[in-house]
C-alpha cells in the first residue's frame, strides 16, 4: 500500500515538475508547481510529517503559490516566445545536470545501502507537539530570527514594489 | 705631518665657494676666492717643500703621508695616500706656480665674459683634481685625478657652450680621453693582477727585483696600455685630435689645461712608472717613436695653420712629442725639464695670445693681424721672449732642455736626432711664422687695437722671466736620486746643429714673412698638394670620421635602437601589458551579463563541491 | 540500487524518496538554466527548495528525529520570504524594463 501511494504520488511529482519546465506560459507553470506541492504534501504524510504536510499545503501551496499567480496577473506575461538557448546553456548544463544526477544517485547509494523500508506510521515523532517542543526550546533563536527575517523582507517588498514618488 | 693635503684642499674649498654661491658674490670677491686658494695652495707648496728641506738637498726618499682607507675588499685594499718625491715636487712646483700666474691673467680677461663665477669655479676645480693627480700615491689615487682634469677640460671647453662647436670640441676632448682612459685602466688592472697592490712604492719596490723583458711580458703590456692612456691625455699620435679643437676654449684654458698642466699628466705618468718601462726595452723604443712622429707631424701642420691658438696648439703636441722622445730614448729627467720650460714659455705663447686677441678684440685669424708691436708692446716683449725660448735659442730655457733630449736622442739612434733637429727647425719657422705675421708689417685688420690691463701683462712678465732664465734651474740634477744622469759626455757639434736649426727657423720666418711677404704665397701654390694636405690636418678628423664614427653612430642607429631598443625592450614592456590585457579579454568574458550563465557556473561550482564533499572523505 | 523487477514490495526504501528529491532538483535546475521567463526562472528555484524539504523530511525519518522537521520549516519560512521579496523585484525590473526576458537584464555585462 505504501509503496503504491508513494508510486502514485511521485509520478504526479515528477510529472509536474516535467511540466513546469516545458510550459512556455508562466501560469501553466504555476499551476504545476501546485500540483508538485500537492504531491510534496502527501509525501511528506507518508514519511509522518504532518504538522509539514499541513504548512505545505497551507503556506507554501496556498500562500505562496497565490502570490505567484497574483504577480503572473499583474504583470501580464505572457507565453515566452520560442526559446533561444543560449550555447553555454545548451552545451554545458544539460552534461552538467547528468553528471549532477548520477554523482547524487551514486552517493546516494553509497549512504544507504541498505535501510528498512519507509512506512507510514513508522514515526511518529512528526506531530505538531514535537514541532512545537523543539521549536520553542532548541531552535528558539533560529525561531526568532526567522520572525525578524519576515519582518525584512516584508519591509524590503514594500520598498521595493511601491510607486515612484515624484 | 706636512699636511700635504691642503694643497689640493685650498682649490677644491674655492670651487665649492664659488660653484655654489658665486652667484650673488660681486667679481671682487669672486677674484679673490679662486685667485687666493690657488696662491695659498702654491705657498703652501713652497712651505712643505722646504719643511721637507727640498731646496737644500733634502727630500732624497719618498714623503709618504696616509689618510685613509678607501676599498677593502679582499686583497684589494686600497687607501688615499699621498706622496712627495723630487719629481711630485718639480710638478707641485710647475703646477700651482704657473696655475697662480694665469688664475690672475683671467682675472683681466674673463672680465667681461658672462659665466664669470663659473669659470672660475672649474678652473679651481681643475686645480683640486690636477693636484690629487699629481700627489696620488697609488695607481687609483692618479687615475682619479685623471680623470677629474679630463672632466674639468669637457667642462672648461665648453665654457661658452651656447655655441655648438665649442660643445663639440667639450665633446670629442672628453670621448677620445676616455679611450686613453680604456688603455690606462687596463694597465691598472693589470699592475693589480701582478703586483697585488697598486701603491707606487710596493709595486716599483717589486718591479726592480724582476728581470727586464724585451718584448712581450708583464712589463710590455702594462707600458704599452699606460702609453695609450698618455696619448689620449697629452695629445699624441693617435689620440692628439682633440687638442687643437679644445682651442674653443677660453685661452686661459688653453693655457693651463693644454699646454702646461694636464697635458703634461701623461707624460708625469710615464716618469712616474719609469720603472715599469725600463724593464721593457721595446715599450721604450716606442714610446720614443710615437714622441718623435708626433712631433714631426704636429710641427709640419702648425706650418700652415691661420689662427693663432690653433698655430700654438699644434706647437703644444709637437712640443709634447718631444717630452715623449726624451721619455722614450731613457731620459726621464730631460723630459721633465722639458715639461717645465715649456710650461714657461707655452703658457706665456697662450697668455700672449690672449693679449693680442683681447687687443683686437676677439678676432683670432693671422691675417687680419700685422704690426701690432707698437699697439701693444709689452706683449710684444714677452710674446718675444717666448718665441726665442722655444726655438732653442740659447741661453734661454728651451735650448737647455731641447738640447738635453736632442742629446739622448742621438746617444738611442742617430736618425732620432737628425728628424729632432729638423723639428726644432720646423718649430722655430711656425712660431715666429705667427709672431712675425702678428707684430711686423702694416696691421691688415678693422680694429683699434688697445693694451691689456696689468692684471694680464703683469703675468706676462712674469712668465717671461721665467721663459728666459729657467733653463738654469737645473731640474735634472734635482731628479738625480730619482733619474740617474747617463754618464759620458756628449759631443758638442750636436748642440750647434741644433742651435743653427732653430736660428735658421727664425731667419726663414723672417725671410718669408717680413722682407718678401709675397713668398710664401707662391710657394703654397708650387706645392699645392702639399700644401693642401699639410693645412688640413692630413685629413685625420675625416679619417676617423669615417673609420671609426660613422659606423659607430651608424651602427647604434640601426642595431641598438632600431632592434634592441624598439623591438626587444619596448617590444617586452608593451607585450607584458598586450598579454595583460589579452588575459584580461578571457577572463572578461565570465562577466556576459546573462543570468543563466552565471547560474551555469554556480551549478558547475556546486557539482565541484558536492563531488569533493562526496567522494574526498569530508567527515560522515 | 535494490530495485526488483517483479512484483511491487510492500514498502519502499527512504532511498528512493532520496532518488525522488535527486530528481525534482534536476528538474529545477534545468528550468532555471532553459527558462527565459524571469517569474519561471523564479518558480524552478521554488522547485529546487521544495526538493530539499522532502530530501529533509526524508532523512528525519530515518533518524527518527524530529529536527528535519524544523529545518524544513524553516526552508518554507525563508522561502515564503524571499518569494515576497523577489517577485517585489520582478516587479520592479518590469517596470523599469517593461520586460520579463531573462537574458534583457544585462546590463553588468563585461
Known sequence: ?166 | ?620 | MPLHFGPLPAAVPPSWYLMLSAILFALGVLGFLLRRNIITVFMSIELMLNAVNLSFITFSYMLKRVDGHIFSFFVMVVAAAEAAVGLAIILTVFKNRQTLEIDEVSSLKN
Open chain 2, 1 to 620: 705631518m706636512q699636511q700635504l693635503w691642503l694643497i689640493p684642499i685650498l682649490p677644491l674649498l674655492g670651487f665649492l665657494l664659488n660653484g655654489l654661491f658665486g652667484k650673488r658674490f660681486s667679481k671682487p670677491v669672486i677674484n679673490t676666492i679662486a685667485v687666493g686658494s690657488v696662491v695659498l695652495s702654491f705657498l703652501w707648496v713652497l712651505k712643505t717643500l722646504t719643511g721637507l728641506s727640498a731646496f737644500s738637498g733634502g727630500l732624497e726618499e719618498t714623503y709618504k703621508e696616509h689618510y685613509y682607507t678607501w676599498i677593502q675588499s679582499g686583497a684589494l685594499n686600497i687607501s688615499v695616500d699621498f706622496a712627495i718625491d723630487r719629481l711630485t715636487a718639480v710638478m707641485l712646483m710647475v703646477v700651482t706656480g704657473v696655475g697662480a700666474l694665469i688664475h690672475i691673467y683671467a682675472v683681466g680677461y674673463m672680465a667681461h665674459e658672462g659665466g664669470y663665477y663659473r669659470f672660475f669655479a672649474y678652473l679651481n676645480l681643475f686645480m683640486f683634481f690636477m693636484l690629487i693627480l699629481v700627489l696620488g700615491a697609488n695607481f687609483l689615487i692618479l687615475f682619479v685625478g685623471w680623470e677629474g682634469v679630463g672632466l674639468c677640460s669637457y667642462l672648461l671647453i665648453g665654457f661658452y657652450f651656447l655655441e655648438k662647436f665649442a660643445t663639440d670640441a667639450g665633446n670629442k676632448a672628453f670621448i677620445v680621453n676616455r679611450i686613453g682612459d680604456f688603455g690606462f685602466v687596463l694597465a691598472i688592472f693589470l699592475v693589480f693582477i701582478h703586483f697585488g697592490t697598486l701603491d707606487f712604492a710596493t709595486v716599483f719596490a717589486q718591479v726592480r727585483g724582476m728581470p727586464v723583458e724585451a718584448s712581450a711580458g708583464i712589463f710590455t703590456a702594462i707600458s704599452l696600455l699606460l702609453l695609450v692612456g698618455a696619448t689620449g691625455k697629452s695629445a699624441q699620435i693617435p689620440l692628439y685630435v682633440w687638442l687643437p679643437d679644445a682651442m674653443a676654449g677660453p685661452t686661459p684654458v688653453s693655457a693651463l689645461i693644454h699646454a702646461a698642466t694636464m697635458v703634461t699628466a701623461g707624460v708625469y705618468m710615464i716618469a712616474r712608472t719609469s720603472q715599469i718601462y725600463l724593464h721593457s726595452t721595446n715599450a721604450l723604443e716606442i714610446v720614443a717613436l710615437v714622441g718623435l712622429t708626433t712631433a714631426f707631424v704636429a710641427a709640419t701642420i702648425g706650418l700652415a695653420q691661420n689662427d693663432i691658438k690653433k698655430v700654438f696648439a699644434y706647437s703644444t703636441v709637437s712640443q709634447l712629442g718631444y717630452m715623449f722622445l726624451g721619455l722614450g730614448t731613457g731620459a726621464f729627467s730631460a723630459g721633465i725639464f722639458h715639461l717645465m720650460t715649456h710650461a714657461f714659455f707655452k703658457a706665456l705663447l697662450f697668455l700672449g695670445a690672449g693679449s693680442v686677441i683681447h687687443a683686437l678684440s676677439g678676432e683670432q685669424d693671422l691675417r687680419q693681424m700685422g704690426g701690432l708691436r707698437k699697439h701693444i708692446p709689452i706683449t710684444f716683449v714677452t710674446l718675444m721672449c717666448a718665441g726665442v725660448a722655444i726655438a732653442g735659442v740659447p741661453p734661454f730655457s728651451g735650448y737647455h732642455s731641447k738640447d738635453m733630449i736632442l742629446e739622448a736622442a742621438y746617444q738611442h739612434a742617430p736618425w732620432m736626432y737628425w728628424v729632432g733637429v729638423f723639428t726644432a727647425g720646423m718649430t722655430a719657422f711656425y712660431v715666429f711664422r705667427a709672431l712675425f705675421l702678428c707684430f711686423f708689417g702694416k696691421y691688415r685688420g678693422h680694429h683699434h687695437p688697445h693694451e691689456s690691463p696689468a692684471v694680464m701683462w703683469m703675468p706676462l712678465a712674469i712668465l717671461a722671466l721665467l721663459s728666459l732664465g729657467g733653463g738654469y734651474i737645473n731640474v735634472p740634477k734635482f731628479l738625480e736620486p730619482i733619474f740617474p744622469l747617463a754618464e759620458g759626455g756628449t759631443e758638442p757639434w750636436l748642440t750647434y746643429v741644433s742651435v743653427a736649426a732653430g736660428l735658421g727657423g727664425i731667419a726663414l720666418a723672417y725671410l718669408f714673412y717680413v722682407l718678401s711677404p709675397s713668398l710664401p704665397e707662391s710657394l703654397a701654390n708650387s706645392f699645392k698638394g702639399v700644401y693642401t694636405l699639410i693645412y688640413n690636418k692630413y685629413f685625420v678628423d675625416e679619417f676617423y670620421d669615417a673609420a671609426v664614427v660613422e659606423p659607430m653612430v651608424d651602427g647604434s642607429r640601426q642595431l641598438l635602437w632600431r632592434v634592441g631598443d624598439t623591438r626587444l625592450i619596448d617590444g617586452f614592456a608593451n607585450g607584458i601589458g598586450t598579454t595583460a590585457r589579452g588575459i584580461g579579454g578571457i577572463l572578461r568574458r565570465a562577466q556576459s551579463g546573462y543570468i543563466r550563465s552565471y547560474a551555469a557556473w554556480v551549478l558547475a561550482g556546486a557539482i565541484l563541491a558536492i563531488a569533493y564533499i562526496g567522494f574526498m572523505g569530508a567527515p560522515r
Open chain 1, 1 to 166: 500500500m505504501d509503496a503504491l501511494l508513494f508510486m502514485i504520488f511521485a509520478a504526479i511529482a515528477v510529472i509536474c515538475g516535467i511540466n513546469l519546465v516545458v510550459q512556455t506560459h508562466p501560469i501553466s507553470s504555476a499551476l504545476s508547481l501546485v500540483g508538485v506541492m500537492g504531491a510534496l504534501a502527501a509525501l511528506y504524510l507518508l514519511l509522518g510529517g504532518e504538522f509539514i504536510a499541513a504548512a505545505q499545503l497551507v503556506v507554501y501551496a496556498g500562500a505562496i503559490m497565490v502570490l505567484f499567480v497574483f504577480v503572473i496577473m499583474l504583470l501580464n506575461a505572457g507565453a515566452e516566445k520560442k526559446p533561444k538557448i543560449r550555447p553555454m546553456g545548451k552545451y554545458l548544463g544539460a552534461p552538467l545536470l547528468l553528471l549532477f544526477f548520477g554523482m547524487m544517485a551514486y552517493l546516494i547509494q553509497q549512504i544507504l545501502p541498505s535501510s528498512p523500508p519507509v512506512v507510514f506510521g513508522a514515526f511518529q515523532g512528526g506531530t505538531a507537539a514535537d514541532i512545537g517542543r523543539s521549536l520553542f526550546t532548541v531552535y528558539l533563536l533560529p525561531f526568532e530570527v526567522t520572525s525578524v527575517l519576515i519582518l525584512i523582507a516584508i519591509l524590503g517588498a514594500i520598498v521595493l514594489a511601491r510607486k515612484e514618488v515624484d
